[in-house]
Structures are given as structure tokens and as C-alpha cells.
């Protein structure tokens, strides 16, 4: 079965500084992952995905990750963060089974707070 | 486009009531979904379809119902509310590399 784990509840940054938000997902398949961002009161907002292309992705707004399968890892990075990048984001992973639906795991969250 | 569009953006509902969401979309996806979302926690998948006339349950289907009669539209009916449905209910599609586009949301308070 798939699941997916994010090691940090809450991270803060200072503006202009890189950000990294930790991932990691365990599945029986070749999985897809994505990056998911979600402001206060809003809906979720597709940062990235992957899809067994590169391994290394690049999303929206200057943020990117890296699947590496042999640490079950899916990271997501920016050289340097903004204050409209407070958020949160959820790494999910992409669940196939017999019905070949994906549907979707979601991690438990991460807070990204952005100071001045 | 549109992308994916739910109606109403709040609600409020006593013990009991009954209630409808509407969700749709114009991507012409066949996947489709419902999630609701607790405070402080990821999405949990209530039910989803595969296409028009194909529904199945999620994780959470427990005190709803849905029906997919096109492939815009996909409702989530809830029948006899109750306060453990306080939530904020997404509506999903998906694209062609499994990415789900989502709905703004409704919140949706039970009383």
C-alpha cells in the first residue's frame, strides 16, 4: 500500500532563504508524486508533479524536487523564499490499484511560515 | 476554461437537514472525486467516479451518496447531516498524468 509521510508539521524561513519541505513516501509500484500548495481559506494548488520522466522537477513559482527512489525521498526545494509563500503544502503520492484509479494519498501537511 | 467549479462556497445546516454540493467541470476529465478536509489534517477521499454512471467509495464514504449522470457533473448528497460532517468539502478532476485540479471548496457547518 502507498502512503506518504512529511517529517516537518511546521517549517519557518526567513525571507530570501532557501526552503526545503521533507518527503517521503513508501508504494508497491512505480508511483507519481506531487507538491501540492494550499494559501489560508483557499483551494489546493498542483506545484509540481512526477511522473517517472526526470527525476528532477521543476514546478510553479521557482520551486522544484527531486524523486530518489533509492532514499524513498521527494523533497521540495527553493533557493529563496517569499512572504507569499507562507502556506501549506502537502506531498501526495498517486494510489493505483486493481481499478487503475489514482487516487490520491495525502501527507499530513506542512506549514511554511516566511518571515521579514 | 472554468476548471473546477463547486457551489455553495459556505453552507450552514442543522442536525438532520439534507443537502446537495454541486461540482463540476469542462475538461472533459473522466476521473472525478470528493474529498473532505478536517482542520489541521490532509484530504480524505469520500467517493470518486471513473466516468458517467461509475461511482466507488473512498476512504470515507460513511453518510454520503453521489451519482456522476454526465461527465461534468458530480454531486455529493449528503442525506441526514450531523456535526462530524463539519468540514471543507473538494471537488477533484484529473488530468492525464494523474494530477487532480480542485475546486475552491465549500465549508460546510453542521449545527
Known amino acids: 500500500a502507498q502512503s506518504v509521510t512529511q517529517l516537518d508539521s511546521h517549517v519557518s524561513v526567513s525571507e530570501g532563504t532557501p526552503v526545503l519541505l521533507r518527503c517521503n513516501y513508501s508504494s508497491s509500484y512505480s508511483p507519481s508524486l506531487f507538491w501540492y500548495v494550499q494559501h489560508p481559506n483557499k483551494g489546493l494548488q498542483l506545484l509540481l508533479k512526477?511522473?517517472?520522466?526526470?527525476?528532477l522537477v521543476k514546478g510553479i513559482n521557482g520551486f522544484e524536487a527531486e524523486f530518489k527512489k533509492s532514499e524513498t525521498s521527494f523533497h521540495l526545494t527553493k533557493p529563496s523564499a517569499h512572504m507569499s509563500d507562507a502556506a501549506e503544502y502537502f506531498c501526495v503520492v498517486s494510489q493505483w490499484g486493481s481499478s487503475n484509479t489514482g487516487k490520491l494519498i495525502f501527507g499530513q501537511g506542512t506549514t511554511l511560515q516566511v518571515k521579514p | 476554461n472554468a476548471g473546477v467549479t463547486q457551489t455553495p462556497k459556505f453552507r450552514i445546516l442543522k442536525i438532520g437537514q439534507s443537502m446537495t454540493l454541486q461540482c463540476a467541470q469542462d475538461?472533459?476529465?473522466?476521473?472525478m472525486y470528493w474529498y473532505r478536509q478536517d482542520p489541521g489534517m490532509g484530504l480524505k477521499l469520500i467517493y470518486y467516479s471513473v466516468g458517467a454512471g461509475i461511482t466507488d467509495k473512498g476512504e470515507v464514504p460513511n453518510g454520503y451518496n453521489v451519482s456522476r449522470s454526465t461527465t461534468e457533473d458530480f454531486p455529493l448528497r449528503l442525506e441526514l447531516a450531523a456535526p462530524s460532517q463539519t468540514s471543507v468539502y473538494f471537488c477533484?478532476?484529473?488530468?492525464?498524468?494523474?494530477?487532480?485540479?480542485f475546486g475552491p471548496g465549500t465549508r460546510l457547518t453542521v449545527l
Open positions: 477533484a478532476s484529473e488530468g492525464s498524468y494523474n494530477e487532480q485540479f
Open positions: 512526477y511522473t517517472s520522466a526526470a527525476t
Open positions: 475538461m472533459n476529465h473522466n476521473y
